[in-house]
T-cell receptor, first 117, second 113 residues
Framework: DQQVKQNSPSLSVQEGRISILNCDYTNSMFDYFLWYKKYPAEGPTFLISISSIKDKNEDGRFTVFLNKSAKHLSLHIVPSQPGDSAVYFCAAKSPRLTQGGSEKLVFGKGTKLTVNP | DAGVIQSPRHEVTEMGQEVTLRCKPISGHDYLFWYRQTMMRGLELLIYFNNNVPIDDSGMPEDRFSAKMPNASFSTLKIQPSEPRDSAVYFC???????????FGPGTRLTVT
């Protein structure tokens, strides 16, 4: 069963408009969330993150919102640019409970964003 | 820094053959992760190492898969024997201790015919 879900496989928006990518999770132990961006034939690259003690983190055109009660986070891109066209992965991390314990990230399946000029 | 280096970038092999994927993590990173990406399952963690020691291999699909990290600058993922369902993109990532971010290599696209 998937602990991190990105229910929209694809999203298409016009240049200059807002892109909203959504992510839901099931494990309440997750304490840190990340968004990665992936271009074809490249590895994912880190984009932005948020700790579970916050509800918003902003970095330039990118903002991540976290709703813990709903176990939902979203990535907003404003304004969207053609260069933002990529696959976006949501990832979540559990706290390390024991020394040497989990540093694992659990990834969603990704959402392919297309920004049309 | 050159980033995480993976080789080969592409591998085509016949069913039953042994396949070895290689990874050089970023210097100084304590953690190394192997992932597999498929359309059906997305990006899934296979195994990860901390200071060259395997910590969690629960994602390794079968005994046909094995991974080693003989030193801090090199890791291998081996599939023996390979099967067509192993066709996927395999990523290696590394991370410094205390960081939540992982740095990914460009991946190896494996095709098993």
């Amino acid at each position: 069963d998937q602990q991190v879900k990105q229910n929209s496989p694809s999203l298409s928006v016009q240049e200059g408009r807002i892109s909203i990518l959504n992510c839901d999770y099931t494990n309440s132990m997750f304490d840190y969330f990340l968004w990665y961006k992936k271009y074809p034939a490249e590895g994912p690259t880190f984009l932005i993150s948020i700790s579970s003690i916050k509800d918003k983190n902003e970095d330039g055109r990118f903002t991540v919102f976290l709703n813990k009660s709903a176990k939902h986070l979203s990535l907003h891109i404003v304004p969207s640019q053609p260069g933002d066209s990529a696959v976006y992965f949501c990832a979540a991390k559990s706290p390390r409970l024991t020394q040497g314990g989990s540093e694992k990230l659990v990834f969603g399946k990704g959402t392919k964003l297309t920004v049309n000029p | 820094d050159a980033g995480v280096i993976q080789s080969p970038r592409h591998e085509v092999t016949e069913m039953g053959q042994e396949v070895t994927l290689r990874c050089k993590p970023i210097s100084g990173h304590d953690y190394l992760f192997w992932y597999r990406q498929t359309m059906m399952r997305g990006l899934e963690l296979l195994i990860y190492f901390n200071n060259n020691v395997p910590i969690d291999d629960s994602g390794m699909p079968e005994d046909r898969f094995s991974a080693k990290m003989p030193n801090a600058s090199f890791s291998t993922l081996k599939i023996q024997p390979s099967e067509p369902r192993d066709s996927a993109v395999y990523f290696c990532a590394s991370s410094p201790g205390g960081s939540n971010e992982q740095y990914f290599g460009p991946g190896t696209r494996l095709t098993v015919t």
